[in-house]
Structures are given as C-alpha cells and as structure tokens.
C-alpha cells in the first residue's frame, strides 16, 4: 500500500469540503469521482497523483486549516448555506477569508453564544463524536423556578425520544421573580438538546447562551464579531480530542 495514501473522505475533509460524514455521503450520492471513476466509500487515495474531482470541481489538499470563535447572535442558522435565505454563521466572518469554513456543531435560530467555524473537518468531527465527551457550558433562562427535583432530574440523565441524556452539571445562578438563570454543562450535543431537556422536566426556556467549549470561552469574543485562534490556542483545543 502506498504510504502517502489517505481514506477519500478523510482527505476531502481534510482539503476543506465538508466534515467527514458530510463527505461520506457526497461519496454514496455519486458525486465524488477519482480518475475518471465514481469514488467508494473507504477509497484509498494519493493526493500527490490522483485528481478527486467533487461537483465537478478538483479538489487540492489544504494548504492552511483555520480556526474562528464566532459570537452568534439570535437570528442566524449554524449553516454555511440556508433555503430561507435567513442569515448564515458564515457571514459573520468577513469576505476577505477565502477559506470554505463550517460550523462544528451547531446552536439553533433562537440561541447565541459560542461557535467554532474551520476548514479542518478531522478535527470538526472529533469535537462533536460523543466518545470524546467535548464539555459545552451554557447560561440558560427558563420560566419559573425548578423543583429540587428538576434540577436532580436533569443531573443525572433526562428520558428523551432518542434515549436517556447523559448526567449534566446543573448550577442555580440567579432566581427572580418569574424567572431562573442556569448554567448547564453537557459532554453531548444532541439536536436542542438543552431546550429538550428542560421542556422534559417541565420548564420552558427563555434564553440560551453558549458560554464555553471545550477551552474555548465566549469572553475571548465581543456579540457579532469574531477571532481567529493562535497556535496555542488551537494546540489547547486539540489536546481534549
């Protein structure tokens, strides 16, 4: 075998495609095309000799991977594209990056906070792969003021219909009238997970923040603009995965 050689999805995610799951199906929809042929999942390929060509165009490997911390505001999609035209996470970064840059997980339309966007899939995807338990913290305001239990309950793992959540740290920071201020740390990053788990135990949320992934802190950070990581910076991230 030769020893330059790469899994296809492995070297798209690393020319900057897309994640590697998101290459993997580019694969099985028959977009990929190495020398002339349709790709297969698992394809082993030599980036200094073969041409991979996706949609029709000639993938190179990336010359430079790139890291940003966005502060998404409330309104924009964690997409780099969207159906609805709504504002995308991409937009936040100026024009003048070249680069193709994605979203590593996500925040929904109606949160804000913390947000990582980078052309280096390989690590994208070993942030949001729950085997490495990425530690997310957010700031949560929900109607009403939980129960002992409730708290207890979201402690230590909710029901919910893609099964039982992992057990959260769950701290009261601030009760008012009408009102309680959370913070929530989880190592998932189920699909509104944190909005899920407080509607289980009968709480509805009025705001969420992301605070913190990983080592990364929203205070690195102002609402609306964003900052490119340094080498130390990424070296730290790079560390819990």
Excluded: W
Excluded at 61 to 75: A, D, S
Excluded at 169 to 180: A, H, P, R
Excluded at 205 to 232: C, H, S, W, Y
């Amino acid at each position: 075998m030769n020893n330059k050689s790469i899994k296809l999805q492995a070297f798209m995610s690393h020319a900057g495609v897309a994640s590697r799951r998101a290459c993997e199906k580019l694969i099985e929809d028959k977009k990929v095309v190495v020398n002339d042929r349709l790709a297969h999942i698992g394809q082993r390929v030599d980036g200094t000799q073969d041409v991979i060509v996706v949609n029709g165009k000639t993938i190179k490997t990336q010359e430079r991977f790139r890291y940003f911390l966005v502060n998404k505001p409330i309104g924009y999609v964690s997409t780099t594209s969207d159906e609805l035209n709504r504002r995308t996470v991409s937009q936040l970064i100026p024009r003048d990056i070249k680069e193709r840059l994605y979203p590593v997980g996500r925040l929904d339309v109606e949160s804000e906070g913390l947000l990582l966007l980078t052309n280096d899939g390989d690590l994208a995807q070993k942030l949001t792969h729950p085997s490495h338990k990425v530690k997310k913290t957010y700031h949560v305001v929900v109607k009403g003021t939980p129960t002992f239990k409730a708290l207890n309950h979201l402690r230590n793992g909710v029901k919910l219909k893609d099964g039982f959540t992992k057990k959260a740290n769950v701290d009261v920071l601030l009760k008012e009238e009408g009102k309680t201020s959370l913070e929530i740390t989880i190592s998932e990053g189920r699909n509104r997970q944190i909005r899920r788990m407080l509607e289980r135990v009968g709480y509805d949320t009025v705001q969420l923040i992301r605070i913190a992934m990983g080592p990364l802190d929203l205070e690195m950070i102002k609402e609306g603009n964003f900052v490119e990581l340094d080498d130390k910076q990424i070296a730290e991230l790079k560390k819990i995965v």
